[in-house]
Structure formats: C-alpha cells, structure tokens
C-alpha cells in the first residue's frame, strides 16, 4: 500500500540551514505537501508542490522534488528557534482527498 | 476567523464509556476528515466526508461511526471507548477533494481512555 517515510529527528544551530527529507511510494500522487506541528496545536499547512515541479519556493522555505526516486525535501534557510517544532510530510491520493502522513520529523533548533 | 474548531479539547473516559468529538468549520468546506495522531506513527485517517450526507472509511475505522447532518458540522462516535483509542484526534477540512485545496486542521482533542 501506499507509505510515506520520514526520518524522526533533526538537530540544527540557529542560523543554519535545515533539510528534512521524505521518501513516498504511490506514483500517482498529484500534490506532496509539508505541514508544521508546534507542540498542543494542530497542523499548519507550510507549503505544497504539483507533481510535475521539481522545485518550489516561498521565502525561506524550498521543497525539491525528485518524482523519479519518489523523493521530497524541505529546506529552511536560516533556521530560527520559532522554527522547533514537528514537520509532516504527506502525499495525495489522487482528488480522493486523501493523505497519506509520514511519521514526523522532530526539529531541534539550538541557539 | 475561526476556521475548524473541535470540542472538547481533552477529555478522560472509562473504558466502554460512549461519547461524541465535535468538529464544525465555517468555511463552506465540502470534505471533512477525522485522524488520528499516535507517537511515531503520523496521522492516520478513520472517516471522511465528501459533503453533507455522505461519509465514507478511512484507514483505521473499526471502533468509530460518524455523521454529517449539517455542512458544517462532522462528528465522531465512540461508542464503546478501549484504552487503543486513546489518542489525539485531529478534525480536518478541504473545499474539495483536489490537491489544490489543501486541508485545514483543528486543535485536536487529546482524549484518554482508562
């Protein structure tokens, strides 16, 4: 079936770049999104790319896209402690309206 | 400006107690989602509804019924609770089913079963 993956943890300086990667099977997705979690909150929508892009950017933010390797990252510039908090990745499934949700990544912005 | 609101926001039952989570969004959505969020595992989605009427199973719906009587409004039944439901759970909405829309959440309601 249809699986997204993500590492669980990442540790960056404030300042530094960060890149949380995301690994996804269905072919047929049409959008691959990245959302944010803060802790007690729900999830905020950070940004989504269409399927036939390979890049995407919004102020700090970029999202690469390799359809090929079924590969999805998100590069944050400048890291700043705001920035801690818990990324999702997750994919499409067609106008279903479904999502399937990687597991988390935990970012750790150190001052 | 409220955007999806669900209520309670926690909550404690007994095991093989009932009780219902509401989820209401004033944004004229017409797909309402209810998830479910575990450590280490992500969201995974139970019901879903494609407009008032309607609703349909998700990835883990055993344990849980749904209704959508009014646009605006979706809950979720829990009708004999377990200690495995003890979760947070995370009510989303989207205009449509297309990626484009992209879904927009609630708070969550952290609900424990003892």
């Known amino acids: 079936g249809e699986d997204v993956e993500q590492s669980l943890f990442l540790s960056v300086r404030e300042g530094d770049s960060s890149v949380i990667n995301c690994t996804y099977t269905?072919?047929?997705?049409?959008?691959l999104y990245w959302y944010k979690q803060e802790p007690g909150a729900g999830l905020q929508l950070l940004t989504y790319?269409?399927?036939?892009?390979d890049m995407k950017q919004d102020q700090r933010l970029t999202v690469l896209l390799n359809k090929k390797d079924k590969h999805l990252s998100l590069r944050i510039a400048d890291t700043q402690t705001g920035d801690s908090a818990i990324y999702f990745c997750?994919?499409?499934?067609?106008?279903?309206?479904?999502?399937?949700f990687g597991q988390g990544t935990t970012l750790q912005v150190k001052p | 400006n409220a955007g999806v609101t669900q209520t309670p926001k926690f909550r404690v039952l007994k095991t093989g107690q009932s009780m219902t989570l509401l989820c209401a969004q004033d944004?004229?959505?017409?797909?309402m989602y209810w998830y479910r969020q575990d450590p280490g595992m992500g969201l995974r989605l139970i019901h879903y509804?494609?407009?008032?009427?309607?609703?349909a199973k998700g990835e883990v719906p055993d344990g849980y019924n749904v209704s959508r009587l009014k646009k605006q409004n979706f809950l979720l039944g829990l009708e004999s609770a377990a200690p495995s439901q003890t979760s947070v759970y995370f009510c989303?909405?989207?205009?449509?089913?297309?990626?484009?829309?992209?879904?927009?959440f609630g708070d969550g309601t952290r609900l424990s079963i003892l």
């Open positions: 989303a909405s989207s205009y449509e089913g297309s990626g484009n829309q992209p879904q927009h």
């Open positions: 269905d072919s047929s997705s049409t959008y």
């Open positions: 790319i269409f399927s036939n892009m």
């Open positions: 997750a994919e499409d499934l067609g106008n279903t309206g479904k999502l399937i």
């Open positions: 944004m004229n959505h017409e797909y």
């Open positions: 509804s494609v407009g008032e009427g309607t609703t």
